[in-house]
């Protein structure tokens, strides 16, 4: 079985690892950096107004739910010295005995001389609300009685609050109409700047989406593309499972880190330093309170993340375990149903499913612990919050709304830290996926087409293997110094045991591999100065096990080649004998068939394999048994249509059926590798040797059947 671990060992995704993936990632978002450009401005837009909500609070309360203003007693203290540092925050009464200071005012006092002119009186303590004179008159009126007042410099009114409170609801409200009509101002502005963080949002989101898609289908793009031109070695050595993760599920993390990450990390930092500034602005000194549980915050957020990070890679691992389990197994389920191993299977797969279990719970336990945590540290620097600051606010050395915004933003604060903190370990399985999907792209496990290919100007289709070595693995040679020529128009067929080397000359021929020594030659040209393509579209190969797309039949033989035509396709299903069972099915070459062909015959997907080989016409035909699975009835028609269809070709048949190769020009024995005997049947049948020594295996073998 094979496991895609799909994880990275602990220290491998070092910093500069990081870096240098980041920089391989920056090319594929370079073409769309505008966008990027205008989602982070969006982004930064969005961070702006979420910080104007708190702040707008503050200021409804200070100076429209709590207007009142503070009486100041100049003559009580040094007079002059009053005036000089706070002449700005004070309104003067009409004889200048008397000022007012708005209680939002208050903080801007410094808490020293606050502390001292409480203590002599100078701020008297009791509470104005200041009127213009219209609205006192009406008061006055409304109320039918007098009331003791303070005519200001600006010719304003003050009233003490206790008049004020002693009022009527509905007077209270009318005197305090500016006050009501100050709080309806902001609650519009509030739904304005609500209703445009709406469509921002959705603009951000649309735009991260967008270059998120877009950026994944041009690094799955690129990655298919390289995995279709690596060599076959590649394949071989990477199941189908760990490809596909490759192109769908890591690129998926990608995707992830690109919406997720890049983009809101900078908002999720910007809006950290934009609290901090909006916390010092209000209360520098609170804010310094409520900073101590920074150090508390990082550390733990750290050490969690790290364990978390260890977790993802675990599960990752579970995950691409249970994954490639069950794509080995639903592959190969006619075995297992064959030989009742159903129980067997079950219990294998039990144990990877609880390992996988354990390795989710493990990750939730963590994510359990951090998110209450981070909870009962936000509730502590609350506590902090409202027990100093409170302080502050019956000390007037702070106002209510600004006490309130302070409790906000500390609370907007653990947000984006909880946010970092995710996006930590999304940028680490991104980081990890995006090394395994680069590692894939440069793999250099290829067959290179030549910096300047040769174009051959006549086609006669002569192959020629001139001293050809090959091995698949080091030091264990299939080819051996082997050496023929297959003239234009010739058949000639190879036969031999299992692993003399056959099948590996058709995968030279087709330059799936290279020769370690000696040459290849197509038309007297060696294949490596050929480009590949050049040399696939001049050779039909028509193997023993025939792989059909899903999809109709007739896209089936032609491949998506435009220039075959549904005559074409009918033409070639006659010449090659299936024509007959295709007129069967209901749908005739519109007829679809699932992956593989399973819903037809070994003998029907073989004549679908001639038929392909047809539509394509080339010079060249190879046969890599395909005669060898089909009933006798079947080989007969196979037959027939391979004598039609190496009438006018250079054709190479590997077969060991003696009706395949009868008819060849020449027949090439192998043996371990090398040629042992070539010639017709009849010599080769005359001179006893390999060639007849096999065929007498197969026709005692055939006679005990």
Known sequence: MHADFGYIEEGKLGKPYNIRLLKRLSEYALPYWRIIALALTVAVA??????????????????YILSSYEEVIPDKADKAEIIKKYKKIMIFSNDNKTAYIHRGDLKDIDPADLHEYRRDGVISGTSWYIFDTEKYTMVEKEAGERYEHIILSDG????????????PAHLILSAR??????????????????????????LDYYLLEYIGQN????VRVALFERIQSRALSFFNRHPVGRLVTRVTNDIENLNEMFKSVLVTLFTDIFILVGIIAMLLYLNWRLALISFIILPVIFIFTIVVSRMMRDAFRILREKVSKLNAFQQEQIAGMRIIQLLAREKYQMRVFHGLNHENYLAGMYQLKLFAIFVPVMEFISAVGVALIIWYGGGRVISDQMSLGSLVAFVSYIQMFFRPIRDISEKY?????AMASTERIFEFMDNGEMIPDPEFPVIIPEKRGEIEFRNVTF?????????NDVSFKINPGEMVAVVGATGAGKSTIVNLIERFYDPDKGLILLDGVDIRTIKKADIRSRISLVMQDVFLFSGDLKENISLGNESVTQADIEEVAIEANAKWFIDKLPERFSQEISEGGTTLSGGER????FSRALAHDTDILILDEATSSVDPETERQIQDAINRMTASRTTLVIAHRLSTIKKADRIIVMGHGRIIEQGTHYELMEAKGKYYRLNLFRESYNEEK
Do not use: E, H
Request: charged fraction near 15%.
């Open 471 to 479: 091995s698949y693995d080091a030091g264990r040679p299939v080819l």
């Open 46 to 63: 969005i961070t702006l107004l979420d910080l104007v909500l708190p702040f707008l609070t503050k200021v409804a309360i200070d100076r």
């Open 215 to 218: 950026i994944m289908q041009d």
């Open 177 to 202: 109409s500016s006050d009501f009509n100050g709080l309806i101002k902001i609650g519009i502005f509030l739904i304005f700047v609500l209703l445009i963080t709406f469509g921002l949002n959705y």
């Open 606 to 609: 073989q004549l679908l394999s």
């Open 156 to 167: 304003r009114i003050a009233l003490t609050k206790g008049v004020i409170d002693g009022l």
């Open 425 to 429: 370990n999304i940028m680490q399985l």
